[in-house]
């Protein structure tokens, strides 16, 4: 199970950090995870992720705002976001145990609920 929390509206130019809290049987130091997100009527894109070496790979639009982390102890991914944009508006959503390659992540259908997060002054 993949639980996602700490969404939330904030003004441009300020920050959140989302959670991904993850149980059940998955081993989580050995899996890569990934944050997804979906805007009104666009499809779901991917945002970030970090494998389970620590490798991060970001999108474009989110280089240099945003950090992708995760603490296997806790068995939870986060998504440090910084300078947010109202195009950053979306549910976001994490992804576990996909196929990285070429820098590229492959998600599976491992998805939590998602949490809200709007950008608006």
């Known amino acids: 199970q993949l639980v996602e929390s700490g969404g939330g509206l904030v003004q441009p130019g300020g920050s959140l950090r989302l959670s991904c809290v993850v149980s059940?049987?998955?081993?989580?130091?050995?899996?890569?995870l990934a944050w997804f997100r979906q805007a009104p009527g666009k499809q779901r894109e991917l945002v970030a992720s970090?494998?389970?070496?620590?490798?991060?790979n970001y999108v474009d639009f989110v280089k240099g705002r945003f950090t992708i982390s995760r603490d296997n102890a806790k068995s939870t991914l986060y998504l440090q976001m910084n300078s947010l944009k109202p195009e950053d508006t979306a549910v976001y959503f994490c992804?576990?145990?996909?196929?990285?390659?070429?820098?590229?992540?492959?998600?599976?259908?491992?998805w939590g609920q998602g949490t809200q997060v709007t950008v608006s002054s």
């Open positions: 992804n576990l145990g996909g196929l990285v390659r070429d820098g590229t992540y492959y998600e599976t259908s491992n």
């Open positions: 059940g049987s998955i081993i989580f130091s050995v899996v890569n």
């Open positions: 970090i494998t389970r070496a620590g490798t991060t």
